[in-house]
Nanobody, 124 residues
């Protein structure tokens, strides 16, 4: 079992930045693919970014490419999401997730473990 706890959310003005953290416990994440998803009110939970085990770079949804950066520190058992140039449409609850499949997936059904989420609100 892996427990995931997100932190770092908050209220920020458009154009600002936030850094989300996802601290894992119970097991090392070094063998897991890690993903960030988000869910806005009335919308489906959507993939934001993912990083495969042993990778140093991630894959991104088109809506955040060039603005968000996912990274992982396996020694700290933590995954990060650096969010720059934030827009009001980035407002959502952001979730961290872990998956032990071989292939990095963009679909939420592939992920076995989820955090409780952290709220990000971007004001215009």
């Amino acid at each position: 079992q892996v427990q995931l706890v997100e932190s770092g959310g908050g209220l920020v003005q458009a154009g600002g930045s936030l850094r989300l953290s996802c601290a894992a416990s119970g097991r090392s994440i070094s063998s897991s693919n890690m993903g960030w998803f988000r869910q806005a009110p009335g919308k489906e939970r959507e993939f934001v970014a993912g990083i495969r085990r042993t990778w140093v770079s991630g894959v991104y949804a088109d809506s955040v490419k060039g603005r968000f950066t996912i990274s992982r520190d396996d020694a700290k058992n933590t995954v990060y999401l650096q969010m720059n140039s934030l827009k009001p449409e980035d407002t959502a609850v952001y979730y961290c997730a872990a998956d032990q499949s071989y292939i990095l997936s963009r679909t939420r059904e592939a992920y076995s473990y989820w955090g409780q989420g952290t709220q990000v609100t971007v004001s215009s």
